[in-house]
């Protein structure tokens, strides 16, 4: 996908003006949303299926008696998975680069500034989301009894809700629509983003924080219960600081 993704952008920037360029960069846009999905679906299955492996394993229960803390265990799961994939991710970035040179280049159709908006907002929610996958795929590994659950309720949570809220703004760039629909689409889309990455790692933190050795040895948390306490404790926390 890389390599045809080079191509199309080699295309796109030596035929300025030419229909040949505004096929390259359809076809150069559709192999990044390609590998960005290839490198998430990656993360996702990495991050849900060590935890498991580790349980089964022993290695889980391992860590967890000889006084290992959930926050080192979750910061070495986060280390591996990141140095596993730290050159996919170069090259997602270095792809986002230089599809961003290519709709700024000569002959350009008008327009296509909303796609390079969406490719810088692209690139930062792609760290976002990566490690966000990290984290949340650690909580439903512990939490669920097997990855392909676990890899469903990471997906559901953190990916699917922007893809949905994306959907929107992609039918208003294609029908090329106005700049204020295209501004308020795009606003949609990074508010449902930052709120469900937000909210899916509230939680992935509260069962880490309060239920870990629960989740290790497989027993039954509430998490719905629990942030309700984190809630409180929190916010009694910022009016009553401590002295």
Request: hydrophobic share 55%.
């Amino acid at each position: 996908i890389s390599s045809a993704f080079a191509v199309a952008a080699a295309v796109a920037l030596a035929n300025p003006g030419s229909t040949l360029q505004v096929n390259a960069l359809a076809l150069a846009a559709i192999l990044v949303a390609a590998l960005h999905i290839g490198l998430k679906l990656q993360v996702v299955l990495a991050s849900t299926r060590g935890i498991n492996e580790d349980r089964e394993t022993g290695a889980l229960e391992l860590l967890v008696v000889s006084g290992v803390g959930p926050a080192l265990v979750q910061k070495g799961h986060r280390d591996a998975i990141l140095l596993q994939y730290r050159w996919f991710i170069m090259a997602v970035y270095a792809a986002q680069f230089l599809m961003a040179v290519a709709v700024t280049g000569k002959g350009v159709p008008v327009g296509i500034e909303a796609v390079l908006v969406v490719l810088v907002v692209g690139a930062a929610f792609l760290w976002l989301d990566v490690d966000s996958l990290v984290h949340v795929g650690f909580r439903h590994g512990l939490k669920e009894g097997d990855p392909q659950s676990a890899f469903r309720q990471t997906f559901l949570r953190v990916l699917l809700p922007g893809w949905i809220a994306m959907l929107p703004m992609a039918v208003a760039i294609v029908s090329g629509a106005s700049a204020t629909l295209l501004a308020f689409t795009g606003l949609a889309w990074f508010a449902v983003s930052a709120y469900s990455l937000k909210r899916a790692r509230k939680r992935a933190r509260i069962d880490i924080d309060h239920g870990f050795m629960a989740l290790a040895a497989s027993l039954p948390f509430d998490t719905d219960d629990w942030e309700v306490r984190d809630d409180f404790r929190r916010a009694a926390g910022a009016q009553y600081p401590a002295q």
